[in-house]
């Protein structure tokens, strides 16, 4: 046989690169190869970047540094499955990485990593791709991105996939986009519902623990809730919080029924089920504190509901939510408070909580926890409106101290649910008189100078509600409450404005006060306010009223009337008229100016530290400004002397002739008499007056500025007071007590006084001499003498309002005022049927002093403007 030739190997062909075993040891070789054309070094090259990015986040830095990132998104799309699966492993690594998210979103590759979740690519490559969209999905942009290109639609698919990291990066990355309500929407669409209760049935806690996250945030929709029903969910649910081991998702479970409870038809079915009462004995029995602050929470949102709430009150859950009040976790009783607070809007629920909850509500407000406090004050504002018996049971807890404190607190709405209380608290008297002896005035500064519109909302409630008597009104005043109230009716808030004016209305409610809010701008700002269409209410047009109603010198200043309930009182002064916006000076003020050519105040002061007043003839009386009479001797020599020259005495009658009556020499005699009389009755007066004014007209404070200011006293009026008291107050017949009151304000400002001789009738010289002689321009209307319309129209108001005579003060032009009196036309009288209006007269001061004009006659019209 012949020898075997060996064959020799064929050497390779010239044009082909012989193989080359390279070993590196720099990633940034590694990112070179990125680019190569082969295969086989892509897909090396990836999984050896994939093994270095899995050991920490420097390296993935790295990666970024060495510009590895934009190579691989072009590898996404790779025709080589095994290059595609590889970079796709590298970005589900990467993602984690802040820096590198950006620079993908920049590159826009989301496209890319989407396509990966295709049915027919691998488990490994669903995995990764899910894990990178979960990584990208936790910032605003990336869900967008994902949202916008369809990535919702295979990521639900997904969660049925068999592998378990499918599911949970499918479901943390729906959980990161249901977050947005554009997703949520389109997610009940998808009917992603059913598959996420599927999961709940992992044997994997954090599959189960998501799968609940995100139907939490879905089931904030109706849809979604109703979805859930339909599909068995709660079943689920009560499953699992009676499942001792999956106490990990107790907290998570109770978020959801939570949602679902505000479902109507779901708390039925819950209800009808045994639900319901599972959950109530969950809540009370477990020992795990989120669990009951969770189960509250349930509780409070279903609660909103009405009818939820009925069925809540029916299954006792009264009873649970004060038993979760003395758990030891600030948390659980935040949330029970709040749950009574939605509760109680149950008229039931809160009678219930009349003996039980309120007393534990009232220790809470001592909690060293801001947040407990204002939880509890909240539930306790919510329990005591409206009803007496809960306020009533609040302070016979010790509730009205703590509650004070809180209007010191640093939380806003904790001063605000306090003052709620208090403002419930005060509508009741004894309880008012309560919280006004806790210095509850001083501590309602602060809150009436907060920033917050609530608080300052709620402080001027509280001020309205408590300022209802002269002791607190001055408590306000001097703790400085005023000067911040009145700022609050400039503001922008329609219900700060509100409770402000309401504030200020019942501030107003006395004399002293109202000047001062005048003083401080309450009434131009009201006035402001009510020009306003959009910013008056109410309160603001009845604040306004009252200031003027109680400092009626302003009105009658500012408005030139005064209607027949305006009641002139002592201290009121005629300053004449002044223009809005122009400030009238406090009284005292104008006492201390001294003399000019500016028209006379008129003061009305009937004040007498001793009953019946002087007369003006007693040269011991003493009319000096802010002094009192001098001595009781001088008042009952004035009394006798009143018995014999007083209106209306019987001596006087009878010595009065008769008018037609007497013969021609009676006539003479008597003329003749009576002018010798009259001279030396003159004379006397005259020399009677220079000593009472030479004695008089010294102005209070003048000795020692320590001494409380008082008005200048009138004498002279106190006598007409008690002069018209006596004789004119008994007269039965409204139009003869008109008529004797207009005779006797005529005789004492000078008599009658015609037409023709009006411009003779020197009224202004003695009015300057008064001014003179008393140093100021304050001149008491008792010591005028001769007196012009606007004179006699004020004293007759001021006489008319002492013995109830109803009569209106009408300042004209040119010295001009009037009286305007309502009385029944006589013919009318005896009537059967309704009776017509009164009729409107005037009445007549000067000329026929007595006389009454109707309103629109001519003669009236004469009267007033001639």
Not at 770 to 796: C, D, E, M
């Amino acid at each position: 046989m012949g020898k075997k030739i060996k064959k020799e190997a064929e050497p390779p062909p010239k044009d082909v690169f012989d193989p080359l075993m390279i070993e590196s040891k720099e990633a940034a070789t590694v990112v070179l190869m990125l680019n190569s054309p082969e295969e086989e070094i892509l897909a090396k090259a990836c999984e050896a970047i994939y093994r270095f990015a899995l050991k920490g986040e420097e390296n993935k830095a790295t990666l970024l540094e060495l510009g590895a990132v934009e190579p691989l998104t072009k590898l996404l799309t790779h025709e080589n499955k095994i290059v595609r699966r590889n970079a796709t492993m590298i970005f589900g690594i990467l993602t984690s990485n802040n820096d590198i998210k950006k620079l993908l979103r920049e590159l826009d590759v989301m496209n890319s990593v989407i396509a990966q979740l295709a049915p027919e690519e691998e488990v490994v490559i669903h995995e990764f791709a899910s894990l990178c969209l979960a990584n990208m999905s936790a910032e605003y942009t990336g869900k967008v991105q994902i949202f916008e290109h369809g990535g919702l639609e295979p990521l639900i698919r997904l969660l049925a996939s068999p592998d378990p990291d499918v599911k949970k990066n499918s479901t943390e990355c729906i959980y990161n986009l249901v977050q947005d309500f554009q997703c949520r929407a389109t997610l009940q669409e998808l009917n992603a519902v059913p598959p996420l209760l599927d999961l709940l049935k992992s044997e994997y806690p954090i599959i189960q623990l998501l799968a609940l996250k995100t139907l939490g945030v879905i089931t904030n929709d109706k849809e979604a809730r109703a979805m859930l029903r339909d599909n068995q969910g709660m079943d689920h649910l009560i499953k699992i919080l009676e499942t001792k081991e999956l106490n990990d998702l107790h907290i998570e479970a109770l978020s959801v029924i939570a949602n679902c409870l505000e479902d109507m038809d779901t708390l039925v079915l819950f209800q009808q089920t045994g639900g319901l009462k599972k959950l109530l004995s969950f809540a009370e029995n477990s020992t795990i504190p989120d669990i009951q602050k969770n189960a509250a929470k349930a509780i409070t949102k279903a609660a909103y509901d009405p009818e939820n709430r009925k069925l809540f009150h029916e299954q006792e859950v009264e009873k649970c939510l004060v038993a979760l009040l003395g758990s030891e976790n600030d948390g659980t009783k935040i949330a029970a408070s709040q749950a009574i607070s939605v509760m109680c809007e149950n008229s039931g629920s809160k009678e219930f909580f009349n003996n039980q909850g309120i007393p534990q509500l009232i220790q809470l407000l001592r909690s060293d926890s801001e947040e407990v406090r204002e939880a509890a004050a909240l539930a306790l504002a919510n329990l005591t409106t409206c009803n007496t018996a809960n306020a009533n049971a609040a302070a016979e807890a010790d509730g009205i101290d703590p509650l004070i404190n809180m209007l010191s607190s640093k939380r806003d709405g904790a001063i605000s649910n306090a003052a709620t209380v208090l403002a419930n608290m005060a509508m009741q008297e004894p309880l008012r008189v309560s919280i006004q002896n806790h210095d509850v005035m001083h501590a309602l500064i602060s809150p009436l100078r907060s920033a917050n519109t609530t608080v300052q909302s709620k402080a001027a409630l509280v001020v309205a509600a408590t300022a209802c008597d002269v002791e607190a009104r001055t408590e306000l005043r001097n703790s400085g409450g005023l000067e911040p109230l009145v700022e609050l009716l400039r503001s922008k808030n329609a219900e700060v404005r509100r409770h402000a004016s309401w504030a200020v209305m019942v501030c107003a409610n006395d004399e002293l006060m109202a000047v001062e809010l005048c003083r401080l701008g309450a009434l131009d700002i009201l006035e402001e306010v009510n020009l306003s269409v959009s910013r008056k209410n109410k309160f603001s047009e009845a604040a306004y009223n009252k200031l003027l109603n109680n400092y009626l010198s302003l009105k009658y200043s500012l408005t030139g009337y005064l209607s027949s309930s305006n009641i002139i009182s002592d201290g009121f002064y005629d300053y004449g008229q002044i223009n809005p916006g122009t400030k009238l000076l406090p009284l005292k003020d104008l006492c201390l100016q001294e003399p000019s050519d500016l028209r006379a105040v008129l003061l009305v002061n009937s004040k007498s530290d001793v009953s019946p007043p002087p007369s003006m003839e007693d040269k011991s009386s003493d009319i000096g400004y802010g002094r009192s009479i001098s001595s009781s001797s001088s008042l009952r020599r004035a009394s006798k002397e009143k018995t014999n020259t007083g209106f209306g005495s019987p001596t006087e009658d009878k010595s009065e002739p008769t008018s037609g009556r007497n013969t021609a020499l009676s006539k003479s005699t008597t003329k003749e008499k009576r002018s010798r009389k009259d001279r030396g009755k003159k004379e006397e007066e005259k020399v009677k007056e220079e000593e009472e004014f030479a004695a008089a007209p010294k102005l209070a404070g003048e000795g020692s500025p320590d001494k409380e200011w008082y008005p200048p006293s009138d004498p002279g009026f106190c006598v007409y007071v008690y002069e018209v008291t006596k004789s004119i107050f008994p007269i039965t017949n409204i139009k003869e007590q008109i008529e004797a009151l207009a005779k006797y304000v005529a005789e004492k400002m000078g008599g009658k006084v015609s037409k023709e001789k009006l411009h003779d009738f020197s009224w202004e010289l003695h009015i300057s001499e008064l001014k003179f002689q008393l140093k100021s321009n304050v001149t008491p209307i008792g010591l005028i003498k001769k007196g012009i319309f606007y004179h006699r129209a004020l004293l007759f108001k001021a006489l008319a309002d002492k013995i109830g005579i109803g009569c209106s003060l009408v300042r004209g032009e040119y010295g001009r005022a009037w009286n305007e009196v309502k009385l029944m036309n006589e013919s009318r009288k005896g009537l059967i049927g309704a009776l017509p209006p009164p009729e409107v007269y005037i009445v007549d001061l000067m000329f026929h002093p007595g006389g009454l004009m109707k309103l629109k006659s001519k003669e009236a019209d004469l009267y007033r403007y001639l």
